[in-house]
């Protein structure tokens, strides 16, 4: 009996140890793995700057533009587009490095992009207009839909055949660009649209969101994105600060006016009214030009579609109605009513304030948005037309 209980005794003693053994072990592996989650998440989340050999890169300053950001490392610049759509997440990484020099042996992660770059399509006149800004139209070897574009020397490069027609911007002719020897695209991004077979290619996209800033001045400050991947960074930083001047030296000139007019914009497309939306950089160049825009209570910084009866009622007794069109003559009061009879319905139309812009024969939409000064100015002609004594109107002219 006392072998029997000495045994017992062993086995439960070897137990005990056997027990502590394995909670001893069970906390060395929790606080292995506890050490290994640590070790890498730091690595994954480790910026450029972090890794042996990097300096600490400089943050590029931007005075109004909200939708990318610019850090600059001695090997390389990285550019972060943020998501309009999506403020937690950004649209696109690129990494910059010089064309010229040998490629730095260590490059975080994201888009590569040689710069300058030699050879470009793009997507819109838009951007097409600001690139022939910057001196590089020689560089643009292809434009999407450029049955849209007025500026001259864009056209006569694309009569020459130096400008190839890359199709439509919302599904780009990815072969005519290889065989074009295309570098990179640059496009206007819309939340949830893609770019057709180009995305296959592996040509990169660069993205400009440029048109959902929510200032003109932020939208023009996009002249400096362009420069970074183009070469062009001194002659952008110098072209900006002009039209900024010029916009605040408008603006302060309407300061302090007791009178503020009324305006709607648009027209009727299919069964819906666009209209920008109240944090739009269009709202706040009504605001800046000295009138009261009545959808300036809708968020956004983009379009938002109205029906008619709603611009009705909003907009039935305001001061003055700006639109857009496209026609190869002249926009009338009888041709308008025509379009649809309840425009006449309109106050501005009653009393005949209502100005059209024809981007058939105007450079308005290649020039306005990195030059809100020249609209600027137009607008407040408009609405404060003592204020500007001798101006000439540049693309919108008051209907007959």
């Known amino acids: 009996m006392t ?25 060395f592996l929790c606080v292995l793995g506890t050490f290994l989650v640590f070790f890498v998440v730091k690595n994954l989340n480790k910026t450029p700057s972090s890794f042996p050999g990097e300096t600490q890169g400089v943050e590029y300053v931007l005075r109004y533009a909200e939708g990318f950001k610019v850090v600059c490392y001695p090997d390389y610049t990285i550019i972060e587009v943020r998501d309009p759509w999506n403020p937690r997440r950004n649209l696109q990484r690129y990494v910059l490095i010089d064309r010229n020099k040998v490629r730095p042996a260590y490059l975080p992660a994201g888009t590569l992009i040689l710069v300058p770059i030699r050879k470009m399509a793009v997507t819109t006149a838009v951007h097409c207009a600001v690139l022939e800004e910057l001196g590089v139209i020689n560089d643009v070897i292809g434009i999407c839909e450029p049955r849209f574009v007025i500026n001259p020397a864009i056209r006569s490069r694309l009569a020459d055949g130096l400008i190839a027609d890359m199709g439509e911007s919302v599904s780009p002719n990815a072969e005519k660009m290889i065989e074009q020897g295309v570098e990179v695209l640059i496009a206007s991004p819309f939340q949830n649209a893609g770019y057709g077979s180009v995305e296959k290619t592996g040509i990169p996209v660069i993205e ?80 800046d030009a000295g009138a009261d825009y009545v959808f300036s209570y809708l968020p956004g910084s983009g379009g938002a579609p109205l029906n008619f009866e709603t611009v009705l009622d909003k907009a039935i007794h305001a001061g003055f109605w700006l639109f857009n069109y496209s026609r190869s003559t002249e926009m009338t009061y009888q041709f308008l009513e025509s379009e649809y009879t309840l425009y006449s319905h309109f106050d501005a139309f009653k009393a005949q304030r209502v100005f059209g812009c024809n981007t058939n024969t105007s450079l308005f939409y290649e020039e306005t948005p990195f030059h809100p000064d020249y609209l600027l100015r137009e607008l407040a002609t408009i609405f404060h037309p003592e204020l500007m004594p001798g101006y000439h109107f540049r693309y919108f002219h008051p209907l007959r």
Request: proline residues 4%.
């Open 208 to 287: 400009c969101a440029d048109y959902m800033e929510t200032t003109p001045l932020g939208r023009a400050e996009w002249i400096r994105f362009l420069g970074l991947f183009t070469g062009k960074s001194t002659l952008a930083d110098s072209l900006f600060p002009e039209t900024e001047t010029r916009y605040l030296e408008i603006k302060n000139t309407l300061a302090n006016i007791s009178h503020r007019p009324t305006l709607f914009t648009e027209k009727r497309y299919g069964s819906t009214w666009y209209v920008p939306s109240g944090r739009s950089y269009m709202a706040q160049l009504y605001h």
């Open 3 to 27: 072998s029997i209980r000495n045994m017992n005794h062993e086995v439960q003693k070897w137990s005990s140890q056997r027990k502590q053994r394995n909670i001893f072990f069970a906390f």
